[in-house]
């Protein structure tokens, strides 16, 4: 027995419902629940019904959950299933009429997947995916872990209340859809900053000062609200060593790194193994330490490389090139090199001795891995391998296949064993602690991705929205009136919505740039709004029905998190 083989899914999509449909927007859902949750879960209870030991960590984000269980997601998926059931009845048509029978073969394969993916939908999983997960959670092949509640950016959030109420309402919403206290978290981008004297890195909007002050470790947030574990990058474990251009760059970034510097006794030359698992402590003894599980560098490239990893072979259908009006793909990867117009027709009879030599090979690279650690150290050791859910079957159409095969495959192994997240920590035991330096999974190792000077400005926007909503929730937390509660609940939703990482990531990366730019105007401006009117209200008495239907209108559209404490934004529960 050489170690354990951990899967690490993260499963998020910012909040669409109500935010545009085509090409950003409700469609994001409907492809991600139509081509990576309804498979992985079809291929979840195949194995289970198979009798394979498979284990998977799996993290659902807050908003995604919400958005999961809303009627207006049903509603669309099923108008969504139809119409892609209607294109590939179309496109078989056209592809018989003219003679292209390869085609013709894909279409009908199209028809029949998004068929039989509205039947698990509408059948077998009784329009519930959430339940789906949890059922398959109650019977321990899953460990469904929680994330922050919009996966806001925690290290770069002006004030710990923040921080505190992204990681509180992430622990409602799971108790909320899973009936237990989440174990493990996925830390937005797995982005870590431990506690030292923090200066914000931009100037907010509206007069507010720059703070500087003492700051709690993420760590802390994690461990007094029951959180055992989280997911780091190499990187970080390594000591971040990447990021030394990204400095260079952008100011912001520099005087952050530097405040972390001088402040932090971290020592990157110690030798630490992501194959081990270790504890981060932030040195107060009535807090317990939080265990940390670190990805492993060599099956990440194989699984998220495209043009060296698995997804780029030749022979699996390749993302960018869709037939138009359908939106279908009939073309494989072809080359890496090979741009749209050198892309040949996709075979669907090629695929699965592709997918029999990669799974293997991937089980011989963990089998390989484990021993080479277990030789070394003589340690059994843990293999994480954590990546974005809608990798599988989404970027990688044959992805979930991929992963039943690689599961099948491993419960044949005497050396490897498939575990949760959570059952790894308990039979490893981990006791050694270890100081982490701020760092992520973003390109550089750092914050550069999500502070830069294309996203400088939202972050003035969400730092005086910080303030004024912590000065808002101070003043009236507590109060009787039923109106300024609902208010001021509304405003806490906007200020969440707008914290959301994923718009800076959008921006860097000009991947749906100007959705994300309109969306971070849009839920500022209603934050701000609805704080003038809160303010006028506690001031005069005085609500214009205009007023009141601007708040509603914001409330039913964005609706969700029904289970929010102002106090959280109001003062820090342990100092």
């Known amino acids: 027995m050489y170690g354990y083989f951990v899967l690490v899914l993260h499963t998020h999509l910012p909040y669409v419902i109500g935010h545009g449909r085509w090409p950003h927007g409700m469609d994001w859902l409907n492809e991600a629940a139509s081509e990576c949750y309804i498979p992985l879960l079809n291929i979840f209870n195949e194995l289970k019904n198979d009798g394979i030991n498979f284990k998977v960590t799996i993290n659902i984000s807050p908003v995604l959950a919400e958005q999961l269980t809303s009627k207006n997601f049903v509603d669309e998926l099923l108008q969504y299933l139809d119409m892609k059931i209607k294109y590939a009845e179309q496109d078989e048509i056209e592809f018989i009429k003219?003679?292209?029978?390869?085609l013709a073969s894909v279409a009908k394969f199209w028809r029949e997947y998004y068929?039989?993916?509205?039947?698990?939908?509408?059948?077998?999983?009784?329009?519930?995916?959430?339940?789906?997960?949890?059922?398959?959670?109650?019977?321990?092949?899953?460990?469904?872990?929680?994330?922050a509640a919009t996966h806001g950016y925690l290290p770069l959030l002006a004030l710990d209340t923040s921080v505190q109420a992204q990681v509180k309402?992430?622990?409602?919403?799971?108790?909320?859809?899973?009936?237990?206290?989440?174990?493990?978290?996925?830390?937005?981008?797995?982005?870590?900053?431990?506690?030292?004297?923090?200066?914000?890195?931009?100037?907010?909007?509206?007069?507010?000062?720059?703070?500087?002050?003492?700051?709690?470790?993420v760590?802390?947030?994690?461990?007094?609200?029951?959180?055992?574990?989280?997911?780091?990058?190499?990187?970080?474990?390594?000591?971040?060593?990447?990021?030394?251009?990204?400095?260079?760059?952008f100011e912001g970034l520099r005087k952050l790194w530097e405040q972390f510097e001088s402040q932090v006794k971290y020592r990157p030359e110690e030798e630490k193994s992501p194959y081990e698992i270790y504890l981060v402590s932030s040195g107060k003894p009535e807090k317990k330490p939080v265990a940390v599980l670190t990805r492993d560098p060599k099956t990440g490239l194989q699984v998220w490389s495209g043009e060296w990893g698995y997804p780029g072979d030749g022979w699996y259908l390749d993302f960018h090139k869709k037939k138009f009006p359908s939106g279908l793909r009939y073309w494989r990867v072809t080359s890496s090199k090979a741009d749209l117009a050198d892309k040949l027709e996709y075979e669907l009879d090629k695929v699965e001795a592709r997918l029999e030599e990669n799974s293997s090979h991937f089980v011989d690279l963990i089998t390989t891995t484990l021993k080479e650690h277990f030789e070394k150290t003589n340690k059994i050791g843990v293999l994480t391998a954590p990546y974005d859910t809608e990798l599988f079957g989404h970027w990688w159409f044959e992805g979930p296949r991929f992963l039943k095969k690689v599961f099948e495959k491993l419960n044949n192994s005497e050396f490897v064993k498939p575990a949760t997240a959570s059952e790894a920590i308990e039979k490893l035991n981990p006791s050694t602690v270890v100081s982490l330096p701020e760092g992520s999974w973003g390109e550089g190792g750092y914050h550069y991705i999500w502070?830069?000077?294309?996203?400088?400005?939202?972050?003035?926007?969400?730092?005086?929205n910080e303030f004024k909503m912590n000065e808002l929730a101070q003043k009236f937390y507590n109060s009787k009136d039923e109106r300024l509660i609902f208010m001021l609940k509304q405003l806490a939703r906007e200020l969440l919505l707008l914290q959301a990482s994923d718009w800076q990531f959008l921006i860097s990366t000009i991947s749906a740039r100007d959705y994300a730019e309109l969306r971070v105007a849009f839920h500022n401006e209603n934050f701000n709004r609805i704080a003038e009117i809160i303010e006028k209200y506690a001031n005069t008495g005085d609500l214009s029905l205009e007023d009141w239907n601007f708040v509603v209108e914001c409330a039913e559209r964005d609706n969700l998190f029904d289970d929010i404490d102002l106090k959280w934004w109001a003062e820090v529960e342990f100092p």
């Open 98 to 102: 003219t003679g292209r029978k390869n």
């Open 115 to 147: 068929q039989n993916i509205k039947e698990s939908f509408t059948d077998r999983y009784n329009q519930d995916l959430i339940s789906a997960f949890r059922a398959l959670q109650d019977s321990g092949h899953l460990e469904i872990i929680t994330c």
């Open 169 to 217: 309402l992430g622990v409602k919403v799971y108790e909320k859809h899973f009936g237990r206290k989440p174990r493990g978290i996925w830390l937005p981008e797995c982005a870590y900053r431990p506690g030292y004297r923090w200066k914000m890195p931009v100037k907010p909007e509206n007069n507010f000062p720059i703070l500087e002050y003492e700051r709690k470790g």
């Open 219 to 249: 760590e802390e947030f994690l461990s007094e609200n029951g959180i055992e574990f989280f997911i780091i990058d190499t990187a970080t474990l390594r000591g971040g060593k990447t990021i030394g251009v990204y400095l260079e760059r």
């Open 451 to 464: 502070l830069n000077k294309d996203t400088e400005w939202t972050w003035r926007h969400i730092y005086s």
